[in-house]
């Protein structure tokens, strides 16, 4: 018999969350003007708002915790991080930073001028804010298999090749000073790239001497993909994988509050020397001294344990496990998931989901404040709200994808929460019908609205 999948791991502390009843999330979540982020947590059943910095850490991260070192220059806690970032990226140089985008805003305050154009998979939102802030472009190059939520593909984080190779041409190359690529591409729904177009990108980065940098949010999570899903890699160690993947690039950058497995931190690791030696002058200015930056000692120490135990395979098998149950599950119920289920997230196809709601009434955004008056489950809109105005015409952005992100936290939530979320959502897929109206927008910040945005119910 083969026996069920279950967690590599036991429950040492629990934290109590707050259950509560319709009539009062219908309240809470009015005056939250129905945005989400305006909730307080404790009005939350569920919270799958994020994965980032929501995790648990294990009892020897919570060790290292007790042995940071919090001198201000060369603490022990620096050099066990740098011992591990060096150890696992081969990257011989290390800057900490207190985030992900705070990794980015040192690195590009280094490698972006006005005027350039930064090519990626699929950038993040604060990736590409940092580009435009200094004028730059952020160009995607997804592939197309990304936009079809019912096509199976194993690696749709994939480049495309002919979309990158037109940037490179048509365009001065020395305006493209690198590359990112995303592992896992968080905005084409947490899919993975393979380490074949990895190095496929490698060789025409070669061929138009462009640089390859990686936002490694989640990259251990993609490194798991590899393993389970491309054949020549099937035998090979997640370490030896993520050694290999960093190999075809010139550095990265990491938002530790993913697959560094700590509520926060950021990793900024380089392959050449001048480009640390120029990033160390914006890192002492933004982020402090170079052996912390806007990090203390404990938190280092758990970081460096932290990034070791992410590349467990038990303990990434069950994380991408659970993920994909809750999709699978949905799946069975015919609710509308973006397939194949990604490594952190589930995603809430809303255009098939509730397409009696006007797009004009953003209908994602619906689909996820009824998911929270139902249930007391936080997801997060990905769709028109996100999306945002165009600059110039300041008319309505509508993505090709209305989505709603569940992003389940790391080592946080047991089966029995997502057979409650699946449950959820198949109630409210059952009713589908009966909703026709959306929301309005009477409130906005004129750039990031989505997380200040006022709606009112039509
Ligand atoms: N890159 C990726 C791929 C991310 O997903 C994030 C954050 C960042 C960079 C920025 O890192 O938050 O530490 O500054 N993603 C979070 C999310 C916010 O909910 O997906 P940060």
Not at 176 to 188: D, L
Not at 407 to 415: D, E, F, K, L, N
Request: hydrophobic share 40%; with cysteine; glycine share 6%.
């Amino acid at each position: 018999m083969k026996l069920p999948y279950a967690e590599p791991y036991r429950i040492k502390m629990v934290e109590s969350i707050k259950k509560s009843t319709v009539a009062q999330r219908k309240k809470w979540i009015k005056e939250a003007n129905y945005n989400l982020f305006n909730l307080k947590s404790d009005q939350v059943y569920i919270d799958l708002l994020t994965d980032s910095g929501t995790g648990a850490m294990s009892d020897k991260q919570w060790a290292e915790v007790m042995l940071g070192d919090e001198s201000y220059a060369g603490s022990r806690s620096f050099e066990k991080l740098k011992n591990a970032v060096v150890d696992i990226t081969g990257y011989k140089y290390f800057i900490p930073t207190h985030q992900g985008r705070a990794a980015e805003n040192v690195l590009f305050s280094t490698l972006v001028k006005e005027g350039d154009i930064i090519p990626g998979n699929s950038h993040f939102d604060t990736t590409k804010g940092h580009i435009e802030f200094r004028k730059g472009k952020a160009v995607d190059c997804t592939i197309d298999a990304a936009f079809d939520t019912d096509l199976y593909h194993p690696f749709k984080g994939n480049i495309d090749l002919k979309k990158l190779e037109k940037v490179f041409t048509e365009n001065p190359i020395e305006k493209i000073p690198f590359i990112v690529i995303t592992v896992t591409c968080n905005t084409a729904g947490g899919q993975p790239v393979s380490m074949e177009n990895i190095k496929a990108v490698s060789a025409l980065c070669k061929q138009y001497k462009v640089a390859i940098y990686f936002d490694a949010a989640r990259y251990a999570e993609n490194c798991y993909f590899i393993k389970e899903r491309e054949d020549a890699y099937k035998n090979k160690t997640i370490k030896e994988i993520a050694y290999e993947m960093f190999s075809y690039g010139d550095g990265m950058t990491m938002s530790s509050k993913k697959d560094g497995l700590v509520n926060m931190g950021g990793i900024i690791a380089l392959k050449d020397k001048k480009v640390y030696r120029n990033a160390t002058t914006f890192a002492i200015m933004y982020e402090g001294f170079i052996t912390y930056g806007g990090m203390s000692g404990r938190d280092m120490g758990a970081l460096a344990v932290g990034l070791y135990e992410a590349l467990e395979y038990d303990y990434l098998a069950s994380r991408v496990t659970q993920v994909q149950y809750l999709g699978e599950k949905l799946d069975e119920f015919g609710v509308p998931v973006q397939k194949p289920i990604g490594g952190h997230a589930v995603y809430l196809d809303a255009n098939k989901f509730v397409p009696t709601i006007p797009k004009e009434e953003y209908r994602a955004q619906a689909l996820a404040v009824e998911l929270y008056i139902i249930a007391g489950i936080r997801g997060v809109e990905i769709g028109t709200i996100l999306a945002d105005r165009d600059p110039e015409t300041r008319e309505n952005r509508y993505p090709e994808l209305e989505l709603v992100r569940l992003a389940i936290p790391r080592r946080t939530y047991t089966h029995n929460h997502m057979e409650y979320i699946a449950s959820a959502l198949k109630t409210i897929y059952d009713s589908r019908a009966e909703a026709k109206n959306g929301y309005t927008i009477v409130w906005e910040a004129p750039i990031m609205r989505h997380f200040t945005v006022k709606l009112e119910k039509i």
